[in-house]
């Protein structure tokens, strides 16, 4: 049976691959071959894993009981094969919150090893970067907190490192960044992104004012939501202006110290409670616009505060990390 986890408010089902193919779907054996013909087991999958059942949606939810389905692990010791599936039935290269949650789950069934880090392999089908992506996770604890430091690498800055297309110039604190056009026409406040890939493509949105952070609630508003989705999601199903492959935004507003305050809204999936790469590219972009120093950041999101640490090196970012904690849920 399909298990719930939550992290931060981030919810992923977790299945294992033959738990899929005895429900009838078709998954097949190998990660990468799934990864290939997602057309024909994705939705089926979602559908399977990730619908409320009946009676049991509460008012004003969203669509399906979680954010997403991760599906693995395809080996009995790692390295590990995963695949990451968004509820509109496409895969996305990376999560932390999906990834922490895999993990917390590979030690719930005593396969996660304990004294050593555990490779991580996301595959999926985007032509831009290859597949699989490969994460390093170890087991810590920060603050007392038991969890999972995930290193995510070298972050990449501008529009060449997600694949943008329809872009004009910006700046902030001295540093070039991105007028995303369309969504300046939504807000007039969100004249100023940083691109960045932490494994997958983000548009952090860097504003001056709290009130220009836009809640979840009104991100599923039709008059922005709708707006929105356009731009982050891919086509058929948004605009993919101005990242044909579709892009994961943020909005980030510096509140004191080392902390930022932001919102998401994911590719593919919508508004979220929080998302670990997302918190780790908003503070990559804090880096970048001199609002934060190397070292840890914190990242609060609705769904909770995510701590990152950034190591530099010559003045730029080498490695950025996510540490992240999950729990299972009924």
């Not at 599906?71 to 895969?91: C, R, S, Y």
């Not at 032509?127 to 430091?149: H, L, N, R, T």
Request: contains cysteine; proline residues 6%.
């Amino acid at each position: 049976m399909a298990r719930r986890y939550d992290a931060r408010g981030n919810i992923y089902m977790v299945a294992a691959p033959d738990e899929l193919r005895h429900r009838g779907i078709a998954l097949p054996d190998q990660a990468s071959d799934a990864a290939q013909t997602l057309q024909t087991w994705a939705l089926a999958a979602i559908e399977a894993c990730c619908s409320w059942a009946p009676g049991t949606q509460p008012p004003g939810s969203k669509e399906h009981c979680s954010d997403g389905l991760l599906v693995g692990p395809f080996q009995a010791a790692h390295p590990f094969d995963l695949l990451i599936v968004n509820t509109d039935g496409t895969l996305a290269e990376r999560s932390g919150n999906g990834l922490t949650i895999f993990s917390q789950a590979l030690s719930d069934q005593g396969l996660f090893p304990e004294d050593e880090a555990c490779v991580l392999r996301v595959h999926h089908d985007k032509a831009d970067v290859s597949s699989p992506g490969q994460i390093s996770v170890k087991a810590a604890q920060v603050e007392g907190v038991q969890g999972f430091w995930l290193d995510l690498g070298e972050p990449g800055f501008g529009p060449e490192a997600v694949s943008a297309v329809d872009y004009e110039t910006a700046t902030l604190n001295g540093r070039e960044l991105s007028h995303v056009q369309p969504l300046s026409a939504l807000n007039g406040a969100w004249s100023r992104s940083q691109f960045a890939r932490v494994g997958n493509p983000h548009c952090v949105t860097l504003v001056d004012s709290a009130d220009d952070l836009p809640s979840n609630e009104q991100m599923r508003e039709p008059a922005l939501g709708e707006g929105l989705l356009r731009i982050a999601y891919a086509m058929p199903a948004g605009a993919g202006r101005p990242c044909p492959a579709g892009i994961n935004l943020q909005w980030a507003m510096h509140d004191v110290g080392q902390r930022v305050l932001a919102r998401v809204f994911e590719r593919g999936e919508g508004p979220t409670a929080s998302s670990g790469t997302s918190a780790t590219a908003v503070a990559c972009a804090a880096w970048r616009v001199g609002w934060v120093s190397a070292g840890e950041v914190k990242v609060t999101m609705p769904g909770g505060t995510a701590p990152i640490l950034l190591e530099q090196e010559q003045g730029e970012l080498r490695r950025v990390s996510l540490f992240g904690t999950a729990r299972l849920v009924i």
